[in-house]
Structure formats: structure tokens, C-alpha cells
């Protein structure tokens, strides 16, 4: 049985997959490109199954503890005047959804992995497998054999590119690019959204209940831009140029984004792939199936996909051949459905035409008249968020870990 696993990746997917790998007897090791954990980042909703997959990690208390606490959202003219305030609980039902940053869910993860070796610092440089096992150089550390590999490191993965080919192969692009970074709250918003839309562009800033500032969310409709994806100031200039002349805070905004230290910008894109694996090494989270944070379900697929990997190769002995087919049977109508949430949600946040603005604002200042309606469209998001068996895997004890220190 093949105990040494290689994990690319220390985000969510990277430590979930950790956790469940060292319940069930695996060695796990966890490489991330970053110096150390990275906290903080956006605000992201655990749903359905996920929810689910963190109570049996015994973690669920403590991500509920951490909730962003989120009240509502409006929606607001060039003037900052609102037209449409929405309260959180007049479209999403009671079904236990949980938003939290992801920097503060992946610290979470990390925490219930003690005995685990993380090297921090590092990407792998290249990957060779035989029937004995998986070679694999470091760009840092010295080269070391594993049993397998699991690309669990984000859109663009490195060991996807490594293993399967290059991304423009897999990559479905949606038609916008987003960018969000940290702000300084000067709308003195409360666990509050503040959106404004021009045809094709969304500009907001949110303030959680976790953050001491806010954070500025800029999103664009545009043809494919190429754009180097480590670096800042062509990914700043791109953002200015689609934003020059919009009004609202959007200049503040742009300025901020200069000034911040967890800039974050990238295209809205999928992947797909007609397998997740290849002999030894396998892909989780977005490094295989990312829906886009237009789905809003990454995370959560991430939390499943690491539950239901570790599970089937527990359930085939470490039969990896045996553990990936059945992993991908588990997912891939539960991925696919999460996928498809993406289309809907990009038309409804950034509609591209003046008519599609208009109707969209209709509908955000009906919205608390229009509960049932309301409730439709999040029966959908949680039909696809529970479309996968979890019954299955044994269940470790709920083991109480004094929780380790974040980084190294
Ligand atoms: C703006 C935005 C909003 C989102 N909103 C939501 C939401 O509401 N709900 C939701 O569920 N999801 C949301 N998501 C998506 C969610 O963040 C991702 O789907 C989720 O983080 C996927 O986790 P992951 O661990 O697979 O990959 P990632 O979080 O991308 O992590 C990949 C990790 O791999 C590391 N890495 C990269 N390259 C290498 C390398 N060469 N070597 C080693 N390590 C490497 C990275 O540093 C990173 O730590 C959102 C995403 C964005 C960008």
C-alpha cells in the first residue's frame, strides 16, 4: 500500500486532503510555493456537502466562529445613493450556509494537521513515474520519491502543466476577470456590501465582520487579456485601463489596489479535463475541476474532493488506480453541476448590456417583495452544493488538537 503522498498546494484542497490522509494512516507532504500559510484573502461560502465534510473533521465550531457575518448588500448609483438594499436572510434560505475567508479557512485546515510535513518556499520542478513509484525534483528541496502525487495547487496548477499539458488546454474561459484586494473601510460599511454597475463592469467594496478594513471587489466583462500571472503592475495597468473614467469611489479604489499588500487579480476560468489522473498522480480542488468564483463553490468542492479522495484510497487499500477511478465516478456529476452555476451567476452580477443592467436592478428592488423566487434560485445552489454521497468513509474520532502555529 502506497503511504507517501506528495501534496502540491497549502491553500484548502492541499491541508483538507492532509487532515483525511493522516486519519486513515497515509503519510502525507505538503509543498506550497508561498513562505507560509497565506491569511485573510476573500470572503468565500461553504455549502451542502461541504458543511457536512467540515463537521466530520471535527472543525466545524470553530469555521462557524469565524463567519463573516455578512448582513446584507446594496445596490448603489454613481452618486453612492442607494436603490435596492437586500438583508442576506431575504434570498438565501436556512440551509446552514457558511461565508469565512478563505486565508482564515485554509489556517483552520492547516491547524488539524500536526505530523505533517509542510515545505514551505518550494514548487516542484519536475515529475517522473514508473511502476515503483513518483520521482520528484524540488526547485529547493533535495529530490525525494513518493507513492503519489496530488496536484492540489490552485487554477494554475503546476503539476497539472507537469503531468497533463498546458493549461490552454483545459481552460474555459467565462468572459469577465476579477480583481480584490484590502481597502480602507471609507464607506463605513457593517458586515455590508455596496455594489455599483455600469453595462459590463461591477465595482463594490464589503466590509466582514473578521476584517478590520474592507475589501474592494472590481470585476469587468472583456475578450480573453493576456497578462503575466506573477505580475502585479501588468495585472494593475489592465485594471485601470478597463476602469479609467468610471465614477462612484472607483478612482479611491484603483488607488487602493496600488497600495495593497494581497492584490489579487486573474480571468474567470474554468477547468475541465476528461480524466484527474494520470498512473500516480492525481488533481483536486481547482487544479482539476476549478468552477470559478463565479460558482461559489470552489472551496466547497475542494473540502469534498480531499474527503472523497482520501476515503477511496483508504477504501482500496492504496490501490491508487482502483482509489482515482472511483474518486472521479464520486465527483464528476457533483463538479459538473457546481460548474454550471457559474453561467448563471456572471449575468446576474455583472450584466453586459444597459437592458440587462436595468432588469437585473428590477429584480434586486423586488427582491425582498419576492421570497419565494428568491428561494427557487438558492433551492438550485444547494441542489448542486448536495449532489454527492458522503455516506460512505469511516468516521475518525473527533480527536481535540492543540492547534499549531501558522507558517514556519
Ligand atoms: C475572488 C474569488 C472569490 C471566490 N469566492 C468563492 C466562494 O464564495 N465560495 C467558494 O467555495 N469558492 C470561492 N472562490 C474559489 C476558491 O477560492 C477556490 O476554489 C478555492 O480556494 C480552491 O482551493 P484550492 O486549494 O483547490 O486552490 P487554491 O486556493 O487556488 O490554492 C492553491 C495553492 O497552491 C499554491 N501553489 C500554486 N502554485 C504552486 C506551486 N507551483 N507549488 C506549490 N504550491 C503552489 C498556491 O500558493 C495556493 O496556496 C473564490 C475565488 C476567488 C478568486
Redesign the pocket.
Known amino acids: 500500500m502506497g503511504k507517501n503522498i506528495l501534496i502540491?498546494?497549502?491553500?484548502?484542497?492541499?491541508p483538507a486532503l492532509a487532515f483525511w490522509l493522516r486519519e486513515y494512516g497515509f503519510n502525507p507532504t505538503v509543498?506550497?510555493?508561498?513562505p507560509a500559510m497565506?491569511d485573510g484573502?476573500?470572503?468565500?461560502?461553504?455549502?451542502g456537502a461541504?458543511v457536512t465534510v467540515a463537521e466530520r473533521m471535527g472543525v466545524l465550531a470553530e469555521i462557524q466562529e469565524a463567519r463573516t457575518g455578512m448582513r446584507g448588500m446594496s445596490a448603489v448609483d454613481a452618486a453612492g445613493r442607494s436603490f435596492a438594499d437586500i438583508r442576506m436572510d431575504e434570498f438565501v434560505n436556512d440551509a446552514g450556509d457558511i461565508?469565512i475567508m478563505?486565508g482564515t479557512l485554509?489556517r483552520i485546515l492547516y491547524e488539524r494537521t500536526d505530523g505533517t510535513e509542510y515545505l514551505f518556499g518550494?514548487?516542484?520542478r519536475a515529475i517522473e513515474q514508473d511502476s515503483d513509484g513518483v520521482h520528484v525534483s524540488f526547485e529547493r528541496h533535495a529530490p525525494r520519491k513518493f507513492d503519489l502525487v496530488v496536484g492540489?495547487?490552485?487554477?494554475?496548477?503546476?503539476v497539472r502543466q507537469l503531468v497533463f499539458g498546458p493549461e490552454s488546454e483545459f481552460r474555459r474561459y467565462l468572459g469577465y476577470h476579477?480583481s480584490?484586494f484590502s481597502t480602507d473601510n471609507f464607506l463605513g460599511l457593517d458586515r455590508w456590501v455596496a455594489l455599483y454597475n455600469v453595462p459590463g463592469k461591477l465595482a463594490g467594496s464589503y466590509q466582514a465582520r473578521t476584517d478590520p478594513g474592507a475589501k474592494a471587489?472590481l470585476g469587468f466583462k472583456s475578450p480573453e487579456l493576456r497578462f503575466d500571472h506573477r505580475d502585479p503592475q501588468a495585472q494593475l495597468a489592465l485594471l485601470e485601463k478597463a476602469f479609467a473614467g468610471e465614477r462612484w469611489i472607483v478612482p479611491r479604489l484603483l488607488e487602493a489596489a496600488r497600495q495593497a499588500p494581497d492584490f489579487?487579480f486573474?480571468s474567470i476560468t474554468q477547468i475541465h479535463l476528461d480524466d484527474w489522473a494520470r498512473g500516480r498522480v492525481v488533481l483536486?480542488?481547482?487544479?482539476g475541476y476549478?468552477?470559478s468564483?463565479l460558482?461559489?463553490?470552489?472551496?466547497?468542492?475542494?473540502m469534498v474532493g480531499a474527503y472523497v479522495l482520501a476515503g477511496e484510497l483508504l477504501a482500496a487499500g492504496g490501490d491508487h488506480r482502483t482509489a482515482f477511478r472511483r474518486y472521479a465516478a464520486k465527483m464528476w456529476n457533483y463538479v459538473a453541476l457546481n460548474q454550471k452555476m457559474a453561467t448563471d451567476g456572471a449575468r446576474t452580477l455583472i450584466p453586459k448590456t444597459r437592458g440587462g443592467l436595468w432588469l437585473r436592478n428590477r429584480l434586486f428592488r423586488l427582491m425582498p417583495y419576492l421570497p419565494k423566487a428568491a428561494n427557487t434560485l438558492s433551492k438550485d445552489i444547494h441542489r448542486a452544493a448536495n449532489a454527492v454521497d458522503l455516506r460512505d468513509y469511516p468516521q475518525p474520532p473527533i480527536r481535540c488538537r492543540a492547534p499549531r502555529s501558522a507558517g514556519r
Open positions: 502540491s498546494g497549502a491553500s484548502i484542497a492541499g509543498v506550497e510555493r508561498a497565506r484573502g476573500y470572503a468565500i461560502d461553504l455549502r461541504a461565508e478563505r485554509g518550494d514548487s516542484i492540489a495547487d490552485g487554477l494554475h496548477s503546476n476579477v480584490i471587489i489579487y486573474d483536486l480542488g481547482d487544479a476549478c468552477p468564483p460558482s461559489g463553490q470552489g472551496s466547497s468542492l475542494a
